[in-house]
């Protein structure tokens, strides 16, 4: 069974800079995409970042040129550098694959558990 395991939240100072990761478990042969997602309270769940198989990233507009997605294929496992962090960051953020191929199945979508995030003086 392929599993998402985040790491890396925590409490941060505005301005401040954290580092999440998101190791994928489970015999894979492949990952389409892996994306970050994000839910503050009282909000809606909202899309991040998002990174190919091919290296092609994307990011909303609320994080572009603050946030850097990246992945090592080797390890199944995408990275989410997140810097200037605004209070307006704090939220649950969830890492999900795409597309995920395993020896014994495909997984069109599987969700990490999610990791708190938390910006504040």
């Known amino acids: 069974q392929v599993q998402l395991v985040e790491s890396g939240g925590g409490l941060v100072q505005p301005g401040g800079s954290l580092r999440l990761s998101c190791a994928a478990s489970?015999?894979?042969?492949?990952?389409?995409?892996m994306r970050w997602y994000r839910q503050a309270p009282g909000k809606e769940r909202e899309l991040v970042s998002t990174?190919?198989?091919?290296?092609?990233?994307n990011y909303a507009d609320s994080v572009k040129g603050r946030f850097t997605i990246s992945r090592d294929n080797a390890k199944n496992t995408v990275y989410l550098q997140m810097g200037s962090l605004k209070p307006e960051d704090t939220a649950v953020y969830y890492c999900?694959?795409?597309?995920?191929?395993?020896?014994?199945?495909?997984?069109?979508?599987?969700w990490g558990q999610g990791t708190q995030v938390t910006v504040s003086s």
């Open positions: 489970g015999s894979i042969f492949s990952i389409v995409a």
């Open positions: 999900n694959a795409v597309g995920v191929v395993s020896t014994t199945r495909v997984y069109n979508d599987v």
């Open positions: 990174i190919t198989s091919g290296g092609n990233t």
